[in-house]
């Protein structure tokens, strides 16, 4: 069973830090799937129509089983509850926060309001799965194109073919490369959410994707999300 057989129950990211700076209002999204907070979020911000992009075979069942709960649910405490306690699917151990915490990082939980509005908009949406490796996009997504793309931390589980600093960066430029091909003209992606705002994991930093990137001209902006985390976006003009 590998690390990503199970599912992340709720969010472990800032959503809420980044979330109004993708635009997604009447737009089509690509976003990791993992909890389904990220689609949420898109929805309540107003997406047209969101695809999951995941590689657990699971996460798009996951998400129908939560939608479900979603719409039972008289309140937020109510849904986070019912989340956490179904026992349908195996969660990943320790991910999971508190409710309280949850509401500051993802804004369909923020107040019942924000949640009775996504209640609205999910009954008249649906999500897309597709199941698919980030790193091959390509090879799954064949031609699709979309205007905001949210990868959330999964740049964090890359694992460059060398630890040669200009084989990683020429790599980390070539997946860039393949994830823009993806985006339409003045579309945004969120490329990489990074706890801390420094290392991505042992091999990479954000100065390794910055130097890849800006040598091409490539203009990324940082938003900076509570508790240090940075989200890295791009905007292709
Ligand atoms: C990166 S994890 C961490 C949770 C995330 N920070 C969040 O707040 O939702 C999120 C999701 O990425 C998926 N994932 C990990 N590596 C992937 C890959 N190479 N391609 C596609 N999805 C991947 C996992 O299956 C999981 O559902």
Same mark, same amino acid.
């Given at each position: 069973m590998s690390k990503f057989d199970r599912i992340y129950p709720f969010t472990t990211e800032f959503i809420s830090g980044y979330m109004?700076?993708?635009?997604? !209002?009447g737009k089509s999204v690509l976003t990791? !799937?993992?909890?389904g907070d990220q689609a949420y979020n898109a929805f309540l911000y107003g997406a047209n129509n969101v695809t999951l992009f995941d590689i657990n075979p699971n996460a798009k069942a996951f998400v129908d089983k939560k939608s479900d709960i979603l719409f039972d649910s008289k309140c937020i405490r109510d849904f986070y509850y019912a989340v956490v306690e179904s026992s349908d699917f195996s969660y990943i151990d320790g991910e999971v926060f508190s409710c309280k915490s949850l509401r500051l990082m993802n804004d369909y939980m923020r107040d019942e309001d924000a949640f009775k509005h996504l209640q609205k908009r999910m009954v008249v949406n649906e999500v897309e799965g597709i199941v698919g490796d980030v790193f091959k996009m390509d090879d799954t997504l064949k031609g699709r194109v979309f205007d905001v793309i949210n990868l959330s931390?999964?740049?964090?589980?890359y694992q460059p073919k060398s630890m040669d600093k200009t084989v990683i960066r020429r790599e980390l430029l070539e997946l860039f490369n393949m994830f823009i091909g993806h985006l339409k003209d003045n579309g945004t992606i969120m490329l990489s959410y990074i706890y801390g705002g420094q290392e991505l994991n042992e091999f990479i930093s954000l100065y390794d994707v910055l130097v890849s990137l800006e040598k091409e001209k490539y203009q990324l902006e940082g938003v900076h999300t509570s508790d240090g985390d940075l989200a890295l976006m791009y905007q292709k003009r």
């Open positions: 109004k700076h993708l635009n997604v !209002g990791v !799937g993992s909890s931390n999964v740049l964090q589980y």
